[in-house]
């Protein structure tokens, strides 16, 4: 018996030994599949039908949009020292490359002609400017104009069946709502950002002569200047500039030229070759305490006038020293910066109703604005 009993006992043990080799080296002779120990169960979103746009998204209006977003490569010849072949200066200074320069911008696609929106200081100084536009095609641009003041430039170039962006209503953005940004940040290919409107009418920031800039914390980066800030239907809104950084990247504060200026632009340049602006002869300064009390005057917002220039368009209508400027056509006024404005986009030869205060009088007149004239250059000392 104990024979027996020794014998089933081996063969049992041979028996459940092999099992366990081939269920561990080979578990498909037996029939088992992998393990399951250690599985994780998941749960997988119904698959939504092709093309059909999530909701909250973007994606429509940046597919129309990006199109006519175009990224400008510029190049400025290396400007050769009179001085690179004298022994001396090789010797002091070593020799001086003569790579030329390139530079990386973004601009905006607005007629079916062939016009392009970008910034002035993109294309400054370029002795070539190429357009690459989102399908792949290049061409060689042409400076149609530029106007430093608001610092915008007008392209033009040659191709057939070029995308175009449809203009929006600068004029009815509120602050909170929102808008894109597109453009080549960085020269690493188009790039969509999104945010809203943080400001409107921002000034004072010394970038430009002429500033009302939209503020946009949607990521504006270096090269996406000239790029366009369009609303949520795709429609450009603006024109971006500058952005506030202390690290060359976003910080979330951006501007951008509205689309009203920039249309103002683009058409005194196609139209005219230049920008027309008004001009009333005047000096104006920010109304302080001081000079209220120098000119004995009661106002407590506005633009004080400090001085007049003879025969000018003020004089001729009857603004004095001392005067101060509240309203232009029935906007207001509260800074030189915004007077500024207010007069540049007056058109010479046609009269605008001011309003300003005169000691403890409000007045009414209508005065006639003329040409703005161009900046002097600056005589070599």
Do not use: C
């Amino acid at each position: 018996m104990k024979r027996l009993w020794l014998l089933f006992s081996q063969t049992a043990t041979v028996l459940l030994a092999a099992y366990f080799v081939v269920a561990t080296l080979k578990p498909q002779w037996l029939g088992h599949g992998p393990s399951m120990e250690g599985a994780i169960a998941l749960f997988e979103a119904p698959a939504g039908k092709p093309g059909e746009v999530p909701p909250g998204s973007f994606r429509q209006a940046a597919q129309k949009a990006s199109a006519a977003v175009v990224s400008i490569n510029t190049s400025k010849a290396a400007r050769k020292n009179p001085n690179a072949n004298d022994p001396w200066f090789k010797f002091f200074y070593g020799d001086q490359g003569n790579e030329a320069q390139g530079g990386l911008g973004s601009g905006v696609i607005v007629s079916p002609s062939g016009y392009i929106l970008t910034n002035n200081h993109v294309i400054e100084g370029a002795d070539e400017i190429e357009v690459v536009l989102n399908d792949g095609r290049h061409a060689p641009a042409k400076v149609i104009g530029t106007d430093p003041d608001s610092d915008l430039a007008v392209l033009k170039i040659d191709l057939d069946k070029l995308p175009i962006m449809v203009l929006g209503n600068s004029d009815n953005l509120e602050v909170g709502d929102q808008v894109l940004a597109i453009g080549n940040p960085f020269g690493v290919g188009q790039t969509v950002t999104s945010g809203i409107v943080s400001a409107m009418g921002r000034n004072q920031l010394g970038i430009n002569t002429f500033e009302n800039f939209i503020q946009t914390d949607a990521a504006i980066n270096p090269g996406n200047s000239g790029g366009a800030l369009v609303d949520i239907n795709g429609n450009l809104l603006g024109i971006n500039t500058a952005i506030y950084s202390r690290s060359g990247g976003s910080m979330g504060i951006g501007f951008a030229i509205p689309v009203a200026t920039a249309k103002m632009v683009l058409d005194g340049i196609v139209k005219d070759g230049q920008v027309t602006r008004g001009w009333i002869g005047v000096e104006p300064n920010d109304l302080s305490p001081e000079l209220a009390e120098t000119f004995d005057v009661k106002a407590k917002e506005g633009v004080i006038i400090t001085g007049v220039l003879q025969n000018g368009p003020a004089a001729k209508a009857g603004i004095r020293p001392g005067d101060v400027i509240v309203g232009i056509a029935d906007q207001p006024v509260t800074d030189v910066t915004q007077l500024l404005s207010r007069v540049a986009a007056l058109k010479p030869g046609t009269a605008s109703r001011f309003t300003l205060e005169r000691k403890n009088q409000k007045l009414e007149l209508d005065v006639t604005p003329g040409v703005r004239p161009k900046p002097r250059p600056m005589l070599q000392q």
